[in-house]
């Protein structure tokens, strides 16, 4: 086999000292890039790279694949303490993490997230390894019909299954769907609800959102003194002997397989592929009652999900040249520094650099997984900090983190505004998740149904053309129905009773 | 408007004189107006150690992303800064030029001053092996016999792929469907899965899967053929005249000192021969044209006018 050669020759480059240090500084600055709201790992790569260009080829891409992977899981480490996720894909985290740490299980949620978290990683990594050119294939399969309805879904699942109560759900969707119509429009050109500003032109970037609809309100709640944790509670993490991992085997298998595939389809990513896990196991689960409360398979799925899509974005990057999200795009452009063009010749040509980029995408997930291990102990003093100063420290790296973006005053008012929002909105417990999703597949459902629409002389029927566009319309409409239908049922049961 | 741009060159060479001889004594800004890690931001950050360089002792060059607005927030940002020399910013063509013809926007041509350019990446069609047509003479046969029925895709509206897909519709008097992408790589992924008819990339983007034989290019809009894709002819070779592509270039706000666009532009001059910069350029696939400010700003004010006459008579945003 090709694949085996080529690893074997490139395992012993990765001993190298230089390079085994890029890697554990990278996993090590990755945990604390997604940790910190507001950044993010793109951001981590991009200021990285410049610093990259003079390294020897591994030496960066391993300090890159360590960033990549150890910040999706530190996303986990806020998540789960002060219920902000630091990315979009940890929203799904706050779920059951947070329920467990406010049930003084802090320690055992984040032993749960890191576990997840390097499983799906390292599964990633291996298909990367060993499927790349075959499974990038799978990414060519989707077309405008399909990504509509991929995003339709998406949208669908979070709104109506997600939420207590559907209808704010859907109110709370549809808020997002409003922001994301804001900007350019992609198809025309035209500017839309921009008040002929500039600072509108490219719509409301997703992290200026998440972050202050995340990060802004348990900062208010802290300051005003409703700490939904007690320090005294964060101890009790010695009583996880008890916790029988090998529970956890199914939800990882589904889990991982779920990251994988969206992982590889572009433009969708970690954010759906966790919501997507989360709501897949609680159908599996025997205790659906307890999902959203502290469960440990709902804490489990979505980080080994969101993981699990890490390195299956970089397989239709790598062979292709099409990034799966804006990680993969500017890793696209790390390759490319350093001589590496992607394409089928990738693997040929340049096997040995890109099979021990390849390796240190799954060496980084071990290490992540000691790092993390290390790191546990300490993260959880967060909480023993007064609230009164955590909530202030909160503000301003999240100030500092949404400045960054695109060194814009305008966005940190933004992103204020949205916290004040998001403050009412969890007042009047209207779900703050669908908002968030709907602004990443609102457009991307719009602009694929008129990039349909326009392929097909506006014939509505090439929506439903492919096989992949007919399963999903099915799932769509099966998300619609089945609340209504549980309804019905139990008022026959109970008709009956 | 041209004659405020002269009053302020005067007015800037005197201010200049006076400092001259030690240009550059303090850091230089160079604003680039696409996100960091992106393909202007890498080639700005390979290119600034070379200018360093060659700028002499000393020199500092700190690069600044201000992305935004498909660069409109860069460029207004270049166009509004104190005309000194001490910033400077990395320009891409069309969308300099294209940006102010479709909308209001804070800056204008006339305030930002060609220094020179460095990139030039040509505009290229592509289609799949099995595509009904595979020259420039079968896609315009094709098209005649099938108005409308061909799709292409581009990275965006009003971007140099789709500039470049209008101006050949005019010459030939087709007609096809545009399907707007964000960014190329969607556009390579649409017409490697089959769903478009034809990809317009720029051939820096579409050369590797072309010298793969996943696609195939049916013509560059470059002057002269491609080291990078020493196998694809041009347009003009096979007869339609048709030059367009993406330029990326280095620009100043209008009436910087003499000696330091001097200074810059012999910079940029000696770093485009420098063997280092070269294979680095090699290795990022980027197509190299040094042009120096005089002969980039007629580039530049030939492109305005074609992209003028373009938008009366056919606008790319309806």
Known sequence: MDVFMNI?????ALLDPSVLLAMIVGTAVGIAVGALPGLSATMGIAVLIPLTFTMEPLVALGMIAGIYNGSMYGGSIPAILLRIPG???????????????KQGKARLALNISLVSSSIGSAVSAVALLLLAPPLAMIALRFGPADYFWLAVFGMTTIAIMLSGNPAKGILSACFGLCL??????????????????????????IIVLLTGLYAIPPAIDLMMGRNTIDAGNVDLGEKTANFSWSSLIPTW?????????????????????????????RRYSKNKDNWGKGEPAGLAAPECANNADTAATLIPALTLGIPGNAVAAVILGALLVHG????????????????GFMLTMLVTSGMMFVIGKLGARAYVNVLRVPRQILGPIILVLTTVGVYAIHNSIFEVILMLVFGLIGFAMERLSIPTAPAVLAVILGPIAEENLRRALLISGDNITYLVRSPISIILAFLVVIALVSPAWTTWRKNKVNAKA | MKRLFAIASAFGLTIAGAAAAEYPERPIEMIVAYSAGGGTDTAARTLAPFIEKYLGEGATITVVNRPGAGGEVGFTELSRARPDGYTIGFINTPNILSIPIARQTRYSMDSIQAVSNVVDDAGAFNVLPNSPFTTLDELVAYAKENPGSVTYGTSGVGGDDHLAVLQFERLTGISMTHVPFSGAADVRAAVMGGHIAMA???????ASLVNEGELIALGQMGEKRWTGAPDVPTFQEQGYDLVMGSSRGIGAPAGIPKEALNALQEAIAKTVEDPEFLAAAEKQDLPLDFQNAADFQAKLDELDSNLQTLWKEDPWVK
């Open chain 1, 8 to 12: 074997a020759q490139a395992a012993p």
């Open chain 1, 87 to 101: 990315t979009p894909a940890g929203i799904a985290t706050v779920f059951d993490g947070h329920e467990m740490a």
């Open chain 1, 180 to 205: 994301g119509v804001v900007g350019i429009d992609t198809i025309t050109g035209n500017e839309r609800f921009t008040f002929g500003s500039v600072e509108f032109l490219s719509g409301i970037h």
């Open chain 2, 200 to 206: 317009g990339l720029n051939i820096s983007e579409a």
């Open chain 1, 340 to 355: 590496l063009r992607p394409g089928p010749d990738l693997f040929r040509a340049d096997a040995e650099v890109t099979y």
């Open chain 1, 253 to 281: 298998l589904r889990s991982s397989a779920i990251g994988l595939i969206v992982g590889l389809i572009p433009a969708l990513g970690g954010n759906i592929a966790a919501l997507l896990a989360w709501q897949e196991e």
